[in-house]
């Protein structure tokens, strides 16, 4: 799969001034998948992996008994 996952905001900063970074590699990003033109910081997004329990649904409206 080629594509990316495009952030809405900055994780450091949370502004929404986002740019996708250099090539991987590059000496000027450090390899930066995405880059803040508010913060100046670059960072990438990265799959952590499945929940081996999955999530819990909360939709009964109230606290639990």
């Known amino acids: ?3 990316r996952a495009a952030p809405f905001y ?3 900063c949370g502004d929404e001034d ?7 590699g590059s000496p000027r ?5 995405w880059e803040c033109g508010a913060c100046n ?4 997004l990265k799959f952590a ?3 081996a329990r999955g999530l819990e649904r ?3 409206g109230g606290d639990r008994a």
């Open 58 to 60: 909360s939709d009964t």
């Open 41 to 44: 910081r670059g960072f990438q």
């Open 49 to 51: 992996g499945l929940l």
């Open 18 to 24: 986002l740019r996708p970074g250099e090539q991987e």
């Open 10 to 12: 900055c994780p450091y």
């Open 1 to 3: 799969m080629s594509e």
């Open 29 to 33: 990003a450090g390899g930066a998948a």
